[in-house]
């Protein structure tokens, strides 16, 4: 499969944004954000297509929790990642059905970050003890969660869902703004008036 056709099949599968990366730079050379319900079809598809999975992270963002899963194929160059927005609950469908090895990656987010992967067919806590104490050791406070729009995932993207809009391309700052963080950043270097 060509980086066009894959970019065609992610479009044709419902994906909100789609973009192109340069590899030297993320170590992407495409990734795609998918509604939730897609995220098993898109790894099915890239499993018909000689993809592996590499890895699935996850982390806690002001929108909710984002859910990257990276993939690779030893006989398309190009690595890849579809990413997925979980809201505030926190679940997510499990692709395990479809790439075995997923079970464990899903397990380690469900430890560090309480993400619920339906449909893991062994959900039992990996790394922490079933009787863990307290939030997820990855969680973060709400005032310490970045945004979508400040992680600079994009790269060119086309944006199929005018909700992402802002979040792939975010207003500029007004004039007054710029001021202001140009005012804090010398106070912090010690330059303040």
């Known amino acids: 499969m060509t980086g066009l056709e894959l970019y065609e099949s992610w479009r044709r599968l ?92 899903e397990r380690e987010a469900s430890d560090f970050l309480g993400i619920r992967f339906i449909g893991n067919p062994n959900p039992v806590p990996l790394l922490l003890p079933p009787d863990f104490p307290g939030r997820p050791p990855l969680w973060r406070a709400e005032g310490a969660r970045a945004s979508l729009a400040a992680l600079g995932l994009f790269g060119q993207a086309e944006v199929l869902d005018p909700a992402w809009e802002p979040i792939v391309n975010p207003p500029a700052p007004a004039k007054e703004e710029k001021a202001e963080e140009a005012k804090a950043e010398k106070a912090k270097k010690g330059g303040a008036s």
């Open 14 to 105: 419902g994906a909100k944004v789609i973009c192109r990366h340069e590899f030297a730079k993320t170590g992407l050379t495409f990734s795609a954000v998918m509604p939730l319900p897609l995220v098993v079809p898109a790894a099915a598809g890239l499993l018909a297509a000689g993809y592996f999975l590499e890895d699935i992270s996850a982390m806690q963002v002001q929108e909710g929790f984002l859910i990257t899963y990276h993939y690779d194929s030893t006989a398309h160059p190009g690595r890849v990642a579809v990413r997925a927005l979980a809201d505030a609950r926190g679940e997510a469908p499990s692709i395990a059905s479809v790439y075995q090895g997923a079970e464990w990656h």
